[in-house]
């Protein structure tokens, strides 16, 4: 699923596996989530995702939190609430 589909909607954050290698490049975050009770998987590289599941301890999981976007130059920078 792509992240875009779920921005500004309030997730359940299940579980993630990091350091996962893709066709777009090494180093992504696969994040297991619920959303409107069916499950789902994204992948990210957003340094401000990655650095905040890496801080949540595993007995903290599942959490529910909303993804927002904000654009940054010719970028965008995803992040948790």
Known sequence: MSISEILNCEI??????ANVKTQHGGDRYLVKFQHDGKEGKFFTNSSAIKSALDQIPKDKFPFTT?????KMGNGKLYQFT
């Open 12 to 17: 359940e954050v299940l579980d993630f596996i």
């Open 66 to 70: 909303i993804i927002k976007c904000t």
